[in-house]
T-cell receptor, first 113, second 108 residues
Framework: EPEVTQTPSHQVTQMGQEVILRCVPISNHLYFYWYRQILGQKVEFLVS????????KSEIFDDQFSVERPDGSNFTLKIRSTKLEDSAMYFCASSDRNNEKLFFGSGTQLSVL | EDQVTQSPEALRLQEGESSSLNCSYT??????LFWYRQDPGKGPEFLFTLYSAGEEKEKERLKATLTKKESFLHITAPKPEDSATYLC?????????FGAGTRLTVKP
């Protein structure tokens, strides 16, 4: 069964460093998303991406965040200068239609020290 | 502000003991209500989408229903493998918004 894959599964970084989280969405999907979940809290929307541009973004997704689809298969989330409060599980998701069910990856656990 | 509230926060059941989880929402222009299951350390896994009041969906021991203000996830004769966090999410004009989830534990 097709699945969304994310790498790495765990990432530890120092405050102020840049990190890139990688995702390979399901191959025929057109809509891509990043969500995050701080330990014990809700899953929170960060950004949606369609047709090589951002469709929506939340207030969390400030200038320190960016997304890119560098080729036909990868979808990345970059955090330019990490803060302690960026520590969370980051989930990538994809769907084949807008506003339809999302397929999530297993997440990248980001720890900022 | 759009709100999604799930109750209870946690639920412990004996195997075979049926129950219901609640998701109440206040959104304008609901486009869809989604139920997901999340196991520890994993991403949410899609269960159901409901689009309009009165709609019902079933899958194995799970049945989801929708009214104009809330949705219920009914679990009939649960098994220990049904233990997980169940998340409700609503899609309105903007992004998909998740509730905090109900952590279900089913004891053998």
């Amino acid at each position: 069964e097709p699945e969304v894959t994310q790498t790495p599964s765990h990432q530890v970084t120092q405050m102020g460093q840049e990190v890139i989280l990688r995702c390979v969405p399901i191959s025929n999907h057109l809509y891509f998303y990043w969500y995050r979940q701080i330990l014990g809290q809700k899953v929170e929307f960060l950004v949606s991406f369609y047709n090589n541009e951002i469709s929506e973004k939340s207030e969390i997704f400030d200038d320190q965040f960016s997304v890119e689809r560098p080729d036909g298969s990868n979808f990345t989330l970059k955090i330019r200068s990490t803060k302690l409060e960026d520590s969370a599980m980051y989930f990538c998701a994809s769907s084949d239609r807008n506003n339809e069910k999302l397929f999530f990856g297993s997440g990248t656990q980001l720890s900022v020290l | 502000e759009d709100q999604v509230t799930q109750s209870p926060e946690a639920l412990r059941l004996q195997e075979g003991e049926s129950s219901s989880l609640n998701c109440s929402y206040t959104v304008s222009g609901l486009r869809g209500l989604f139920w997901y299951r999340q196991d520890p350390g994993k991403g949410p896994e899609f269960l159901f989408t409901l689009y309009s009041a009165g709609e019902e969906k079933e899958k194995e021991r799970l049945k989801a229903t929708l009214t104009k203000k809330e949705s219920f996830l009914h679990i009939t004769a649960p098994k220990p493998e049904d233990s997980a966090t169940y998340l409700c999410a609503v899609q309105a004009e903007g992004d998909m918004r998740f509730g905090a989830g109900t952590r279900l534990t089913v004891k053998p």
